[in-house]
């Protein structure tokens, strides 16, 4: 008897809690949530993938993090699709390819599906709720000043670019050009392009410090796997005399920066850009829109160096958190 009667009461309370969520169906809150991040197999998108755990484990909601082996468009596509197929229902991207990812982006839209771009931008117009990134473009302009201020206002700079297929080089490219152009004694003497892998960074620095080392006052880089290879010969050579301003903060740079071979590095932020990006589609999930005039969200950047070595990653912490605390209400209408 005790165990019926506890049977029924369990499917009386059954009862009582399917009527709550049937008749509570304009409150989309209580739908499933299933999130996903999209990023590359590259170093830069480590971050977000420790992001996208650990949003998981603070919210409860399953989120899953997933990579294209490129920076290709098609091959996100593809990993896109097979999210879909089991169930994710939005997306923190980052844009394969800056026009066609606008395709992608207005099928998920009309199947009800929100997007915000982490780490990159699309071409305007877009049909991303926003986009959560480093402004590469003032970054890239300001490593350039802080490389030509080490030089003492001249000499010949190295700009190491990654691949010409991201969003983000073209626009690194044009800010370095334009800072180099306003200083009569400063002159670009070669751009390396698409040094993001190790083998192909090696390669062309290498080769280029080997022959024509003693033409170069000063590096440039916007590339993660650029900055870890140029420390890494920089070091190797013993001579402080060729300034570096680079970009991430991995190890190598970091003990290089201590050593006094690389003059600093361009911090950036993608475990925020990842996190911000999830909590930005939930909430679009839960019908909150995004404030008119809000699209792009300058995720920081500032220069480490010997000053800061130490202490900048508190910094960077504390700046993620302190945006993620006012993110709903600085960009976000409820509703």
Not at 308 to 331: H, M, R, S, V, W
Request: with cysteine.
């Amino acid at each position: 008897m005790t165990f019926r009667k506890n049977l029924i009461s369990f499917l009386i309370m059954v009862f009582l809690v399917s009527a709550i969520f049937a008749g509570g169906g304009q409150d989309t809150a209580s739908e499933k949530h299933k999130l996903a991040t999209v990023g590359v197999k590259h170093p830069y998108f480590s971050p977000m993938e420790t992001a996208t755990i650990d949003y998981a484990k603070d919210t409860g909601i399953e989120t899953q993090y997933r990579a294209t082996e490129h920076f290709d468009m098609e091959e996100e596509n593809v990993v896109i699709e097979g999210m879909l197929a089991l169930g994710y229902n939005g997306f923190a991207l980052w844009p394969g390819h800056p026009n066609s990812v606008n395709a992608t982006i207005s099928e998920l839209k009309m199947d009800g599906i929100p997007v915000i771009l982490v780490g990159g931008q699309a071409n305007l117009p877009t049909d991303a709720a926003m986009c959560i990134a480093t402004d590469v473009a003032a970054s890239a302009a300001q490593a350039t000043e802080n490389l030509i201020k080490a030089m003492g206002g001249k000499g010949k700079i190295v700009n190491l670019l990654g691949e010409l297929s991201d969003p983000n080089t073209l626009l690194r490219k044009a800010a370095i050009e334009k800072v180099i152009a306003k200083y009569p004694d400063v002159s670009l003497l070669q751009e390396i392009a698409a040094v993001d892998s190790f083998e192909a960074a090696t390669d062309k620095i290498g080769t280029f410090l080997a022959t024509r080392g003693a033409e170069v006052d000063g590096m440039v880089s916007t590339a993660y796997v650029a900055s870890v290879v140029a420390s890494e010969l920089l070091s190797e050579i013993g001579d402080k005399r060729i300034k570096a301003v680079l970009i991430d903060d991995d190890p190598v740079v970091l003990k290089a920066i201590k050593e006094g071979y690389v003059t600093g590095t361009m911090s950036q932020a993608p475990y925020a850009q990842a996190y911000l990006g999830l909590e930005g589609v939930r909430l679009l999930r839960e019908g909150y829109e995004v404030k008119d005039g809000v699209y792009f969200i300058d995720s920081g950047s500032f220069m480490i160096d010997a000053s800061n070595a130490d202490t900048y990653a508190k910094k960077i912490k504390t700046d993620a958190q302190k945006a993620l605390e006012t993110f709903k209400t600085d960009y976000f209408i409820a509703p």
